[in-house]
């Protein structure tokens, strides 16, 4: 049970990274766009 347990908290932590870095690019992508205007 446990294991399952820090298994699914490992997913969520990775997912959240994941979701992270791709908003960091975004908003870095959204600058460099800004600057080239």
Known sequence: M???VSL???LAAAA???IDA???V???M???YR???
Do not use: K, T, V
């Open 2 to 4: 446990g294991m399952i």
């Open 26 to 28: 975004s908003a870095l």
């Open 16 to 18: 959240r990274d994941a």
């Open 30 to 32: 959204a600058e460099a």
């Open 8 to 10: 699914f908290s490992m």
């Open 22 to 24: 791709r908003a960091r």
């Open 35 to 37: 600057q080239s205007m």
